[in-house]
């Protein structure tokens, strides 16, 4: 007993260190988000027969999540919210170059945004490589990705911060996030994005 009681006081040490370096507290002790993102339930409940076929495996969203203050970089270094894609619905995916099914899965990334993003949708991809950041925009160039906005977090905090929130289990993560940066469905691996069960997905989010 002793020794259980020593093992779960140190996990929550480690719960509550990890909780410090990465603020972890915006996504999992948010009220005013989760008051925010309970209509999103609806709707997540609204498009979830539509993921099947090649994005069966979104998840709908259960529980409200709001994501608005997850943080990453543009091409220029300058630091970027989700709350400023609010008005939009977005496509999150985190990728790496290290990472064989992302790499394969953006050019169907970039063909989703080349179809149907503008103002009310954009596939924000981000990058989380931690070594060489020019390697991912070298990469990029080198396959022809032309129609994805870099955007890049070469902490990986931003899914550090997903994985506490149990939305990040492993490489590519995707989630599909509403106009007010409430989640909708999430996706632990890869996809076709570029197939038309993708874009009925999208535009059922898309729908008023």
């Known amino acids: 007993m002793r020794l259980a009681v020593i093992l779960i006081g140190g996990i929550v040490g480690v719960a509550a260190g990890l909780a410090a370096v990465y603020g972890i507290g915006t996504l999992t002790r948010n009220p ?9 339930l609806a709707e997540a409940k609204r498009i979830s027969p539509l993921a099947r076929g090649e994005v069966a495996a979104m998840a709908p969203s259960t529980k409200p ?7 990453f970089q543009d091409a220029d270094g300058r630091n970027r919210t989700l709350a400023e894609w609010k008005g939009r619905v977005v496509l999150l995916n985190l ?8 790499r ?11 179809k149907l993003g503008g103002p009310a949708f954009e596939v924000v991809a981000v990058n989380i490589d931690t070594r060489d950041p020019a390697k991912p925009k070298a990469w990029l160039n080198e396959v022809g990705i032309t129609g994805l906005t870099y955007y890049a977090d070469p902490t990986a905090k931003i ?12 490489m590519p993560t ?8 409430c989640e909708l469905a999430s996706l632990a691996g890869p996809a076709e994005w570029a197939s038309d069960d993708a874009f009925r997905l ?7």
Request: aromatic fraction near 6%; charge should be neutral.
């Open 65 to 71: 999540l709001s994501l608005a203050n997850l943080s």
């Open 159 to 170: 899914f550090q911060d997903l994985k506490v929130a149990g939305r990040a289990f492993g």
């Open 174 to 181: 995707t989630i599909l996030v509403d106009r007010q940066g």
């Open 32 to 40: 005013d988000g989760d008051a925010v993102c309970r209509p999103a």
């Open 202 to 208: 999208v535009q059922a989010a898309l729908a008023p």
């Open 95 to 102: 990728w790496a170059t290290w990472c064989v099914p992302c």
């Open 104 to 114: 394969k899965e953006m050019p169907a990334l970039d063909a989703l945004q080349k």
